[in-house]
């Protein structure tokens, strides 16, 4: 996406490409349902490994283990909360899963505090890029930014957000571009859209939102500092 996520000229923007929501994310060409979901494969054979699950199987790593696979490779992040047997699945077989995933050129990372694992392409210059990439508008990152300090704050990892809360933190960014509320609006309604179809908000009842807590680990700290300071020249200038 290159659209600038904020109308108007004025100070030179943060690179939306410096920040990207490819980690985590699924596997380029697949969509949110390309791969079953922890209902979809019935343990066969009491799940042990080396059970077959349907006729003509291949597979060795018992069922629990397979779907937190699939999980991972289906994307956007496999979390203990709501999955707590895939989550400790992918715990009791993390070996065996990294192998299958570096086969495909991914990397897993899991992060034990937060709870949350996804892959991501494997750092090598002539491995193929596997991990859908989508980059980031301006607001897209900036209402990121605020979501990922919000629950870095919180005392027990969790945090919601209304979409209003939301317009009020970016308003400053829509008065130094001096676009109209209407066209502000319609930017921050997509960036909604966006955060929610890549897994980093997550749909409460009425406008609410949970924030992913995938959001602590998956921007690297010397990227998340330089935007950041970026971001906050930029309200200063617009205050």
Not at 24 to 32: I, K, L
Not at 68 to 77: D, K, M, S
Not at 181 to 191: E, G, H, I, K, V
């Amino acid at each position: 996406m290159t659209e600038p996520g904020v109308p108007g000229s004025g100070p030179a923007r943060p690179d939306p490409a410096d920040l990207r929501t490819a980690r985590p994310g699924r596997p380029a060409g697949t969509s949110s349902g390309g791969a079953p979901t922890s209902g979809g494969v019935a343990p066969g054979a009491g799940g042990e490994a080396g059970s077959h699950l349907w006729p003509g199987d291949h597979g060795t790593l018992p069922a629990p283990a397979r779907l937190a696979l699939a999980r991972l490779v289906r994307g956007p992040y496999l979390a203990a909360e709501p999955e707590p047997d895939t989550w400790r699945a992918l715990l009791a077989h993390e070996d065996v899963v990294r192998e299958r995933l570096a086969d495909q050129y991914l990397d897993l990372v899991v992060d034990a505090d937060a709870q949350v694992a996804f892959v991501r392409d494997v750092p090598a210059a002539d491995a193929p890029q596997v991990v859908r990439e989508v980059a980031l508008t301006f607001l897209d990152t900036a209402l990121l930014l605020h979501l990922r300090a919000l629950l870095l704050d919180s005392s027990d990892g969790r945090v919601a957000i209304s979409r209003d809360e939301a317009a009020d933190h970016l308003a400053v960014y829509r008065r130094r571009g001096g676009g109209s509320p209407m066209d502000f609006s319609r930017q921050l309604d997509a960036t909604w859209a966006r955060l929610i179809e890549s897994g980093m908000l997550e749909p409460l009842s009425g406008d609410r939102c949970a924030v992913s807590p995938v959001l602590r680990t998956v921007f690297g700290a010397d990227q998340v500092a330089a935007l950041s300071a970026e971001y906050v020249r930029l309200a200063k200038e617009s205050a």
